[in-house]
């Protein structure tokens, strides 16, 4: 039978003192801990152990939510994933986000996170859509010629690419082929980077720390250490994930 105590919790956060909090949080609630601070350090906690939840921040440098989600669906279909973000209004999961259920940071409190993690314990997975869930990827900026640009993560061979945009369609699944394989990748270009500002997260992060302590200088110490390891490029870190696998 499985416990509360043994349930493995992976949270992905790049904030280090919104990690800190939420993983003391659920430490204290006896849940099996592991952090990540981006989509790529969370791939790599995951060749070495699979958790039972994932719990990632959907608007990260690097590697987004977004696209972990979307690698994690693929390869790791029976992990239960819950996707948390300041940069929505609606307490549901936002239209195209692959995940079993959805944090609303600053709409919701630390016991309502505490609750919907529970609730997903118990019952198990809402929905199982997998291969057709479209990938979400941040606005890369512009290419030389002026046009925007965006780098998509194929969801069947991993392989990253850039290509240009005609027009910054906001919120429409579209779809393009890989450069480097035969599949048709399904995407929606992420503008909530826009619309989350920085005040917002400020606020909520204010208003979360209020109601917990701070977590030990052991753990923040360990985590600056791991913040300050050099960084390959995307593509390099994803390939090098591959190669171990
Ligand atoms: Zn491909």
């Known amino acids: 039978m499985r416990t509360k105590s043994k349930t493995r919790i992976l949270v992905v956060e790049d904030d280090?003192?919104?990690?800190?909090?939420?993983?003391?949080?659920l430490g204290d609630e006896g849940y099996d801990v592991s952090t990540a601070n981006d989509g790529f350090d969370a791939l790599l906690h995951l060749q070495q152990a699979i958790p039972e939840l994932i719990l990632s921040?959907?608007?990260?440098?690097?590697?987004s939510g977004f696209e972990l989600l979307s690698v994690v669906r693929r390869r790791f279909p029976e992990?239960?994933?819950?996707?948390?973000?300041?940069?929505?209004?609606?307490i549901a999961v936002p239209t195209g986000v692959i995940a079993d259920a959805f944090y609303a940071k600053g709409q919701e409190s630390a016991a309502e996170l505490l609750e919907i993690l529970a609730?997903?314990?118990?019952?198990?997975?809402?929905?199982r859509k997998g291969e057709s869930a479209p990938v979400w990827i941040p606005r890369n900026g512009k290419d030389h010629d002026g046009k925007p640009f965006v780098v998509l993560t194929c969801t069947q061979c991993l392989r990253s690419f850039p290509f240009t945009?005609?027009?910054e369609a906001s919120g429409e699944v579209?779809?393009?082929?890989?450069?480097?394989?035969?599949h048709e990748v399904t995407y929606i270009i992420d503008f909530s980077r826009s619309v989350n500002s920085p005040e917002k997260r400020a606020a909520w992060k204010a208003a979360?720390?209020?109601?917990?302590?701070?977590?030990?200088?052991?753990?923040?110490?360990?985590?600056t250490a791991e913040m300050a390891e050099p960084r390959m490029t995307k593509s390099a870190r994803l390939q090098n994930i591959l190669n171990r696998t």
Do not use: W
């Not at 280090?16 to 949080?25: C, D, E, Y």
């Not at 921040?57 to 590697?63: E, G, K, S, T, V």
């Not at 579209?174 to 035969?182: E, N, R, V």
């Open 79 to 90: 992990v239960l994933v819950v996707a948390s973000s300041g940069a929505y209004d609606s």
């Open 165 to 167: 945009v005609e027009h």
């Open 16 to 25: 280090t003192t919104v990690r800190l909090t939420i993983s003391k949080l």
């Open 208 to 223: 979360f720390l209020k109601s917990q302590k701070e977590s030990s200088e052991a753990t923040l110490s360990r985590v």
């Open 57 to 63: 921040d959907l608007n990260m440098p690097q590697m």
């Open 119 to 127: 609730h997903l314990i118990r019952t198990g997975p809402t929905r």
């Open 174 to 182: 579209l779809k393009t082929p890989c450069i480097y394989c035969p």
